[in-house]
């Protein structure tokens, strides 16, 4: 089946320092999607990218969906403590609507 | 607007107990998924139901059953819990079967002892 990989799992980040997330797919995308979920919270969408090599921003937030639509990207510039939480990525393939989810990577940022 | 509301928001069972997770959205969303959430697991897929009074198996179904009772409802019940049943469960709606945005609920934790 359809496996969704996402690395680092952890990543400790001084404020101010940049962030990036990796997350990859087994299969071809028919778009990726991005949440964050707070601690304690629950998973919020972010962003949804649907073409090939696509790139969005929103503030210090800029997403990219790969050529090959198996890969995405998310970065964060200049991380602040309210950046704290676990980013997921999540995608539908294989003709199915429902995304998988990638097990998501925890971001701590230290002030 | 309350978007996706679950009740309870903790539970402790004993092994062998039963209970049923209520979820109900307000959107007139189509869709609605139960997910559990493990340390290091990310989101696994337990049941999802693409349309009032269907419902499909996700990817880790087996101890559960679901019911859409409505367009806005849809439980998860648990027969007879264990303890690998701890989880933290999420429900979820989307607009309708073309790989639409999740909306998810505040999430029940469960412990089964």
């Known amino acids: 089946g359809q496996q969704v990989m996402q690395i680092p799992q952890y990543q400790h980040v001084q404020e101010g320092e940049d962030f990036t997330t990796y997350c990859n797919s087994s299969t071809t995308l028919s778009n990726i999607q991005w949440y964050k979920q707070r601690p304690g919270g629950h998973p919020v969408f972010l962003i949804q990218?649907?073409?090939?090599?696509e790139v969005k921003k929103q503030k210090r937030l800029t997403f990219q969906f790969g050529e090959a639509k198996k890969n995405s990207s998310l970065h964060i510039t200049a991380t602040q403590t309210t950046d704290v939480g676990t980013y997921f990525c999540?995608?539908?393939?294989?003709?199915?609507?429902?995304?998988?989810f990638g097990r998501g990577t925890s971001l701590i940022v230290h002030p | 607007n309350a978007g996706v509301t679950q009740t309870p928001k903790f539970q402790v069972l004993k092994t062998g107990q039963s209970m049923t997770l209520q979820c109900a959205q307000d959107?007139?969303?189509?869709?609605m998924y139960w997910y559990r959430q493990d340390p290091g697991m990310g989101l696994r897929l337990i049941y999802y139901?693409?349309?009032?009074?269907?419902?499909d198996k996700g990817e880790v179904p087996n101890g559960y059953n679901v019911s859409r009772l409505n367009k806005r409802e849809f439980s998860l019940r648990l027969e007879s819990a264990a303890p690998s049943q701890t989880s933290v469960y999420f429900c979820?709606?989307?607009?309708?079967?073309?790989?639409?945005?999740?909306?998810f609920g505040s999430g029940t934790q469960l412990s089964v002892l």
């Open positions: 979820a709606s989307s607009d309708g079967q073309r790989g639409e945005k999740l909306f």
């Open positions: 139901s693409a349309s009032e009074g269907t419902t």
């Open positions: 959107m007139n969303h189509n869709s």
């Open positions: 999540a995608g539908p393939s294989g003709g199915s609507y429902i995304p998988t």
């Open positions: 990218l649907v073409k090939s090599g």
